[in-house]
C-alpha cells in the first residue's frame, strides 16, 4: 500500500506541517518538513517518549489538563496525573484539614463533551473532575497551546532557521463531528495563538485513510481469505478499488468508505458513526468497580485517594489492550489497599463478601493479595456494547449501495489496538479482508501532517445532512399552513421555508460551490442580508422550525445602499471542503467577497 511508481508525485509548498491530536484518551503531535514528504511522505516525526510512572512509555500522552486555582497552566498528560496525585497526597498528610488539591482544576476526558452538547456556543462550560466549572473553548485553546509549544521545541532542534510562520498547523477532529464542533476547534486554535490563515482542520478517518496509503504491506497485519501476501505485492489500491476505514478512538468510532478515482485521490462514499469508542468500555469497567464496592466507597476513594485512581486507571488502560476472545482462564488487575480500606471500613465486610453479594460475581470474582481475579467472561463483558455496536454499523455500511465491492477494511485508531475489538472484527467479517497497520494508534496523526501538505488529495466528501437557509416565499395557501402567513405592505409571504443548498447524501466536490442561489431584499432601506442556517438529517426538510432541524449559525452578506428590493446577491456555498466557505458576489457591481459566517453563538 506505500507508493509505487506509478503513483502521482505531490509536491508540497509548505516548509513544516505539525498535526495535533485532542483525543479524548490520548492527545499527542507529529511533524515534517516538507523536503522529508517530497522524498518520502511517510517519514513524520513524534515525541515518542511520553513516560507515565516512571515505566510507562507512549506515543501519546493521556488527555489530562491540570491548571492553577488562578486557571493558568500547571500540567499536561502524564505530568499532570502526577502532580495532581502528588497534590492529594500532599493533603492527606496536612493536620489542618485543608484541600489544596480541590482549588486546581482537573481536566480529564471532556472531548467528548463537544459531540454531546447539542447547542454548542463560544459560552460554552465544561466541568473538571470536581465539578467546577470552566469555558471550554479556554480549556481546549491551553491544551492547543501547550502541545503546539512542544511540537515546535522538536521542530527547532532539527532546523534552527525555522520560523513560525514558517509551520502550518493541521488539527484533527472525528468525521461526525458538526460544524459547530469544527468551528470551536478552530477558534480554540486560534486562540491558543496558531495563525488562522496557516491552520487547517483534518477529518481523522480521512487522514488515517491516507496515511494507510503510503504504509508498506510488512508493516500491516493482515487477514481475511484474501490476506495472502502473494496477493498484496501492488503497493497502491488501484483505480475503482473501494475500502472501509473504521476510525476507533477514545470517545468515537468514525466509519467512511473511501473510493480511489486516480493518481491516488480518494472519493467518499458513505460515512456515519457514533460514540462507542475504548471510553466506552472504560464506562463498564468503572460501573463493575462500583458495583462490586458500592458507589459510596467508589466515590470515598476518587475523592481521597487520587494517586491510586490513576494507578488504577493507567493499569486497566495496558490491560484492555491485551484481552481476547480465545483468552482463558481469569484476568489478575492489582487492587489499591486504599480501596478495600474503604470498603471494609465501611460496609465492615470483606472483599469475599462482596463477590458473594452479587450472584453474577460468585466463583467468577476473587480477592488475594491485593489482586482481584476476574473470570475472562467478566471481563469481555465490558467490551460487548461497544463492539456491538461498531460491528453492527460496519455491517449496515457494507450493505449499502453506495459500499457495493468493498473488499477491505482498514482499523486504524487507538481503540483499534484493543486484541478484542479485533478479534471480534475478524469473526464478523471473515470473508474480508482486514488490515490493521503497525501503530495504529498514529494512523490519524500522521496522516494529518500528509493531509496538511496535500489537502486535495481528497477530491470530494458526502453530505452527512441536508443544509438549507430559512427564507420567506409566496404564501400558496393550497401548499402553506396558515400559521406560516406574513404580510409585508401587500405582499403575503410563507415563512420559515427551508431553501435547501445542498442534499443528504449529494457529492460534494472539493473546491466547487455546490450551490448558487440568488437572495434579493425584503425591505428597501436593507444594508445588509442575513440569513439563518439549518441543517436536517431529512433530504427533503420543508420547514427550518420541524423537529429535526438543527440551527447552525447566521450569514451576513452586505448589499449596496441604495433603496431597491430588485438588487440581488449570489450565495455560492462550497461545502466540499472540511470547513464550509461562503462566496457572495453582488449582482449590480459584481464584487465578490467572502461571506462572514459564524457557527458559534
Same mark, same amino acid.
Given at each position: 500500500?506505500?507508493?509505487?511508481?506509478?503513483?502521482?508525485?505531490?509536491?508540497?509548498?509548505?516548509l513544516?506541517?505539525?498535526?495535533?491530536?485532542?483525543?479524548?484518551?490520548f492527545?499527542g503531535?507529529?511533524?515534517?518538513?516538507?523536503?522529508?514528504?517530497?522524498?518520502?511522505?511517510?517519514?513524520?516525526?513524534?515525541?515518542?517518549?511520553?513516560?507515565?510512572?516512571g515505566?510507562l512509555?507512549?506515543?501519546?500522552?493521556?488527555?489530562?489538563?491540570?491548571?492553577?486555582?488562578?486557571?493558568t497552566?500547571?500540567?499536561?498528560?502524564?505530568?499532570?496525573?502526577?502532580?495532581?496525585?502528588?497534590l492529594?497526597?500532599?493533603d492527606a498528610?496536612?493536620?489542618?484539614?485543608?484541600?489544596?488539591?480541590?482549588?486546581?482544576f482537573?481536566?480529564?476526558?471532556?472531548?467528548?463533551k463537544?459531540?454531546?452538547?447539542?447547542n454548542l456556543m463560544?459560552?460554552?462550560?465544561i466541568?473538571?473532575?470536581?465539578?467546577r466549572?470552566?469555558?471550554a473553548?479556554?480549556?481546549?485553546?491551553?491544551c492547543?497551546?501547550y502541545?503546539?509549544?512542544?511540537?515546535?521545541?522538536?521542530?527547532?532542534?532539527?532546523?534552527?532557521d525555522?520560523?513560525?510562520?514558517?509551520?502550518?498547523?493541521?488539527?484533527?477532529?472525528?468525521?461526525?463531528?458538526n460544524d459547530?464542533?469544527?468551528?470551536?476547534?478552530?477558534e480554540?486554535?486560534?486562540?491558543?495563538?496558531?495563525?488562522?490563515?496557516?491552520?487547517?482542520?483534518?477529518?481523522?478517518?480521512?487522514?488515517a485513510?491516507?496515511?494507510?496509503?503510503?504504509?508498506?504491506?510488512?508493516?500491516?497485519?493482515?487477514?481475511?481469505?484474501?490476506?495472502?501476501?502473494? &496477493? &498484496?505485492e501492488?503497493?497502491?489500491f488501484?483505480?475503482?478499488?473501494?475500502?472501509?476505514?473504521?476510525d476507533?478512538?477514545?470517545?468515537?468510532?468514525?466509519?467512511?468508505?473511501h473510493?480511489?478515482?486516480?493518481?491516488?485521490?480518494?472519493?467518499?462514499?458513505?460515512?456515519?458513526?457514533?460514540?462507542?469508542?475504548?471510553?466506552?468500555v472504560?464506562?463498564?469497567?468503572?460501573?463493575?468497580?462500583?458495583?462490586?464496592?458500592?458507589?459510596?466507597?467508589?466515590?470515598?476513594?476518587?475523592?481521597n485517594?487520587?494517586?491510586d485512581l %490513576?494507578?488504577?486507571?493507567r493499569e486497566?488502560?495496558?490491560?484492555?489492550?491485551?484481552?481476547?476472545?480465545s483468552?482463558?482462564?481469569?484476568?489478575?488487575?492489582?487492587?489499591?489497599?486504599?480501596?478495600?480500606?474503604?470498603?471494609?471500613?465501611?460496609?465492615?465486610?470483606?472483599?469475599?463478601?462482596?463477590?458473594n453479594?452479587?450472584?453474577?460475581?460468585?466463583?467468577? %470474582?476473587?480477592y488475594?493479595?491485593?489482586?482481584?481475579?476476574?473470570d475472562?467472561d467478566?471481563?469481555?463483558?465490558?467490551?460487548?456494547?461497544?463492539?456491538?455496536?461498531?460491528?453492527s454499523?460496519?455491517?449496515?455500511?457494507?450493505?449499502?449501495?453506495?459500499?457495493?465491492?468493498?473488499?477491505t477494511?482498514?482499523? %486504524?485508531?487507538?481503540?483499534?489496538? &484493543?486484541?478484542m475489538?479485533?478479534?471480534?472484527?475478524?469473526?464478523?467479517?471473515?470473508?474480508?479482508?482486514?488490515?490493521?497497520?503497525?501503530?495504529?494508534g498514529?494512523?490519524?496523526l500522521?496522516?494529518?501532517?500528509?493531509?496538511?501538505?496535500?489537502p486535495l488529495?481528497?477530491?470530494?466528501?458526502?453530505?452527512?445532512?441536508?443544509?438549507g437557509?430559512?427564507v420567506?416565499?409566496?404564501f400558496?395557501?393550497?401548499?402553506?399552513p396558515?400559521?406560516?402567513?406574513?404580510q409585508?405592505?401587500s405582499?403575503?409571504k410563507c415563512?420559515?421555508?427551508f431553501a435547501?443548498?445542498?442534499k443528504?447524501?449529494?457529492?460534494?466536490?472539493?473546491g466547487?460551490?455546490?450551490s448558487? &442561489?440568488?437572495?434579493?431584499?425584503?425591505?428597501e432601506?436593507?444594508?445588509?442580508l442575513?440569513?439563518?442556517?439549518?441543517?436536517s438529517?431529512?433530504?427533503?426538510?420543508?420547514?427550518?422550525?420541524?423537529?429535526?432541524c438543527?440551527?447552525?449559525?447566521?450569514?451576513?452578506v452586505?448589499?449596496?445602499?441604495?433603496?431597491?428590493?430588485?438588487?440581488?446577491?449570489f450565495v455560492s456555498?462550497?461545502?466540499g471542503?472540511?470547513?464550509l466557505?461562503?462566496i457572495?458576489k453582488?449582482?449590480?457591481?459584481?464584487k465578490?467577497?467572502?461571506?462572514a459566517f459564524?457557527f458559534?453563538?
Amino acid at each position: 500500500m506505500s507508493s509505487s511508481s506509478k503513483t502521482k508525485k505531490t509536491v508540497s509548498n509548505k516548509l513544516v506541517v505539525a498535526a495535533i491530536d485532542v483525543g479524548t484518551t490520548f492527545s499527542g503531535y507529529a511533524f515534517s518538513m516538507n523536503y522529508d514528504f517530497n522524498e518520502n511522505p511517510s517519514k513524520i516525526h513524534i515525541n515518542c517518549r511520553w513516560i507515565g510512572g516512571g515505566q510507562l512509555i507512549t506515543n501519546k500522552t493521556p488527555t489530562v489538563l491540570l491548571l492553577n486555582p488562578d486557571r493558568t497552566f500547571k500540567a499536561f498528560g502524564y505530568d499532570a496525573e502526577s502532580q495532581y496525585a502528588e497534590l492529594a497526597e500532599q493533603d492527606a498528610e496536612r493536620d489542618d484539614g485543608k484541600l489544596f488539591h480541590k482549588e486546581h482544576f482537573y481536566f480529564r476526558r471532556f472531548k467528548m463533551k463537544l459531540y454531546k452538547t447539542k447547542n454548542l456556543m463560544r459560552s460554552t462550560e465544561i466541568e473538571d473532575e470536581q465539578g467546577r466549572k470552566m469555558n471550554a473553548i479556554k480549556v481546549f485553546s491551553i491544551c492547543i497551546k501547550y502541545l503546539s509549544d512542544d511540537v515546535r521545541k522538536l521542530i527547532y532542534q532539527r532546523d534552527t532557521d525555522i520560523k513560525r510562520t514558517d509551520i502550518h498547523w493541521v488539527i484533527t477532529v472525528p468525521a461526525i463531528w458538526n460544524d459547530s464542533s469544527k468551528q470551536f476547534m478552530r477558534e480554540a486554535a486560534e486562540k491558543a495563538g496558531l495563525n488562522g490563515s496557516r491552520l487547517t482542520i483534518a477529518l481523522e478517518p480521512e487522514a488515517a485513510s491516507l496515511f494507510c496509503m503510503h504504509v508498506p504491506v510488512d508493516k500491516m497485519a493482515i487477514t481475511g481469505k484474501s490476506a495472502d501476501r502473494r &496477493s &498484496s505485492e501492488i503497493r497502491t489500491f488501484p483505480k475503482g478499488t473501494k475500502y472501509m476505514v473504521v476510525d476507533a478512538g477514545g470517545g468515537t468510532i468514525d466509519i467512511t468508505v473511501h473510493e480511489v478515482i486516480d493518481d491516488g485521490h480518494l472519493k467518499e462514499l458513505v460515512a456515519s458513526g457514533g460514540a462507542w469508542g475504548g471510553t466506552m468500555v472504560d464506562k463498564a469497567f468503572e460501573d463493575f468497580i462500583i458495583k462490586l464496592f458500592g458507589i459510596k466507597s467508589y466515590e470515598e476513594f476518587k475523592k481521597n485517594h487520587v494517586e491510586d485512581l %490513576v494507578d488504577l486507571q493507567r493499569e486497566f488502560e495496558l490491560k484492555k489492550r491485551s484481552i481476547s476472545v480465545s483468552k482463558e482462564g481469569k484476568e489478575t488487575l492489582r487492587l489499591p489497599v486504599t480501596l478495600y480500606e474503604i470498603y471494609t471500613k465501611l460496609t465492615k465486610k470483606s472483599l469475599r463478601d462482596a463477590a458473594n453479594d452479587h450472584k453474577e460475581f460468585a466463583g467468577k %470474582v476473587t480477592y488475594t493479595a491485593g489482586k482481584l481475579r476476574i473470570d475472562l467472561d467478566v471481563v469481555r463483558s465490558w467490551f460487548r456494547e461497544s463492539c456491538e455496536k461498531t460491528i453492527s454499523h460496519v455491517r449496515n455500511l457494507l450493505k449499502h449501495p453506495a459500499s457495493a465491492g468493498t473488499s477491505t477494511i482498514l482499523m %486504524v485508531g487507538g481503540f483499534s489496538e &484493543s486484541t478484542m475489538l479485533q478479534e471480534q472484527m475478524k469473526a464478523a467479517f471473515g470473508d474480508t479482508r482486514l488490515i490493521i497497520p503497525e501503530y495504529a494508534g498514529l494512523a490519524v496523526l500522521k496522516g494529518a501532517v500528509m493531509f496538511g501538505h496535500d489537502p486535495l488529495t481528497i477530491a470530494s466528501r458526502i453530505a452527512r445532512c441536508s443544509y438549507g437557509i430559512s427564507v420567506y416565499r409566496d404564501f400558496n395557501p393550497s401548499e402553506h399552513p396558515q400559521n406560516k402567513l406574513v404580510q409585508f405592505g401587500s405582499r403575503k409571504k410563507c415563512k420559515d421555508i427551508f431553501a435547501i443548498h445542498v442534499k443528504k447524501g449529494q457529492e460534494l466536490v472539493v473546491g466547487q460551490a455546490q450551490s448558487t &442561489s440568488r437572495y434579493s431584499k425584503l425591505e428597501e432601506d436593507q444594508i445588509s442580508l442575513y440569513f439563518d442556517i439549518y441543517t436536517s438529517p431529512e433530504e427533503d426538510p420543508k420547514f427550518v422550525d420541524s423537529a429535526e432541524c438543527t440551527f447552525l449559525g447566521k450569514l451576513e452578506v452586505e448589499v449596496p445602499h441604495e433603496k431597491s428590493r430588485a438588487i440581488g446577491v449570489f450565495v455560492s456555498m462550497i461545502f466540499g471542503g472540511t470547513e464550509l466557505t461562503v462566496i457572495a458576489k453582488e449582482e449590480k457591481s459584481g464584487k465578490t467577497t467572502k461571506a462572514a459566517f459564524n457557527f458559534l453563538k
